[in-house]
């Protein structure tokens, strides 16, 4: 099935955050902020070649854009929390727009939370358990983002990594992100692949995330 994406460029998703209502949106606010940071995740591996986008998949049969119809940044959290499609492996595209159009050398980005619903305060067992069953939807194509939600219990990175055959789970990569608002930092850690028979930690601040 052919999606339909609303592209952003970064200065405006970064506007949109600072402008924003912290007590709503929470959700789209998170994916945002994790778009932000895998663009800097995956900056040695994106090509420099035109405008930096961030795609979102829209509802197509909801809403006819077209140049006219902009939608305000202070708009954008209430835009796609309402009409954001849901039904789809890709959740965000991370790609460049050139005289040619949107290029198709694209990163995808599949992002699921974990810490509330079935699993609040869950912690390193439950997303183990999480693992085992295949729980994620598989994808050959995307780079799957699990955003550690503030509610979760502890997790042992180390432990997970043991416990985990990462081989049999079809996606290219796996990364965990969550954010502390104490430092204000946003932590991602490269479960698959691994480097050197171990995972992959970095943080970047939030000021780095959203310097455009």
């Not at 052919?2 to 606010?29: G, M």
């Not at 995307?142 to 789970?169: A, C, S, T």
């Not at 930092?185 to 310097?211: A, Q």
């Amino acid at each position: 099935m052919s999606e339909t994406y609303i592209y952003f460029k970064p200065v405006e998703l970064k506007q949109y955050l600072i402008l924003s209502d912290k007590s709503k949106n929470i959700k789209i606010n998170d994916e945002i902020l994790i778009a932000l940071t895998a663009r800097k995740i995956f900056e040695p591996i994106l090509s420099q070649k035109g405008e930096l986008l961030f795609g979102f998949p829209i509802k197509a049969n909801k809403i006819n854009l077209d140049k006219k119809n902009k939608i305000p940044i202070k708009d954008i959290g209430n835009f796609l929390s309402k009409y954001g499609e849901i039904d789809t492996l890709t959740d965000i595209i991370i790609s460049y727009r050139n005289f040619k159009g949107i290029s198709s050398n694209q990163i995808k980005l599949q992002i699921k939370h974990f810490g509330y619903g079935k699993t609040k305060n869950g912690g390193t067992e439950a997303i183990i358990k999480l693992f085992e069953k295949c729980y994620f939807d598989a994808a050959s194509d995307e780079k799957l983002i699990i955003f550690l939600e503030e509610e979760r219990g502890y997790i042992d990175f180390q432990e997970i990594r043991k416990k985990v055959n990462f081989e049999r789970i079809s996606y290219p990569q796996i990364i965990t992100m969550h954010y502390t608002k104490l430092d204000m930092l946003m932590h991602y850690v490269c479960l698959k692949p691994e480097l050197n028979g171990n995972f992959l930690y970095n943080s970047f601040s939030r000021e780095e995330v959203i310097t455009i």
